[in-house]
């Protein structure tokens, strides 16, 4: 039994595993691992509490050898929706904020040089067990459900301007799945009851960000502004 083990399978045999092969880069310490997550030639092992930045070398006989480079607490994942790839890198939601990492460092996007974007107080009665995200490559955003259940607050970050908007009638449905991409990059998401007739799989392929009742916006300051 290795609870804190990852394992990877023998060189060209990915059905074929062994204890030999096993990775365990924090041990005993009262965690769990949630994720596995790779950036170029990071693997990041994300724990409920914990993330841990491994570097992948290759050796000489053609095998992989990771070493820790980094274990960064306070920015764990209550499960795997909560996290989703983007071309800027990993891009996920923890009880203390919101982070991407592009490989080689880590930024805390709902914090600035001047404080904070979204008040600690706002983002931990927004954050909880089923708040999920999903990175929509059509429109270059990420969108980060407070629940699956009911949803009443959608926050939006868009990669263009680096600003936060806020919805309170996306993806409200009683129940809503985590969300996928469609080969064009739009979300994808399961709701019951279904939105359209004879279908519970719904898309936001046939309407712009701009009109979906944006409430809030918040940015942080440009250069050579007042």
Not at 67 to 83: A, K, P, S, T, Y
Not at 125 to 130: K, L, P, Q
Not at 203 to 224: C, D, V
Request: proline share 4%; with cysteine; glycine share 8%.
């Amino acid at each position: 039994h290795y609870p804190d083990g990852i394992i990877k399978s023998a060189k060209g045999l990915y059905d074929v595993f062994s204890v030999d092969s096993i990775i365990e880069a924090t041990v005993n310490d009262g965690d769990e691992i949630v994720c596995l997550k790779v950036v170029g030639n990071k693997l990041c092992q994300f724990k409920k509490f914990s993330l841990t930045i491994m570097g992948i070398k290759t050796l000489e006989n053609g095998e992989s050898n990771e070493e820790i480079e980094r274990i960064i607490h306070h920015v764990g994942l209550n499960n795997d929706n909560q996290i989703c790839d983007t071309p800027y890198g990993l891009f996920w939601v923890s009880r203390s904020g919101v982070y991407i990492y592009n490989g080689e460092e880590i930024q805390k996007v709902t914090e600035t040089e001047d404080g904070s974007i979204i008040a600690k107080e706002d983002w931990e009665s927004f954050f909880g067990e089923r708040t999920h995200c999903g990175y929509d490559a059509y429109w270059n955003q990420v969108h980060i459900c407070k629940e699956s259940r009911n949803n009443d607050r959608t926050i939006i970050f868009d990669f263009n301007t680096r600003a936060f908007t806020e919805s309170n009638v996306l993806y409200n449905s009683a129940k809503k799945t985590g969300f996928v991409n469609d080969r064009h990059g739009h979300l994808l998401w399961g709701e019951h009851p279904a939105s359209t007739p004879s279908s519970n799989l719904t898309g936001n392929t046939g309407s712009s960000p701009a009109n979906q009742n944006n409430t809030a916006i918040t940015a942080p300051p440009q250069p050579g502004g007042d």
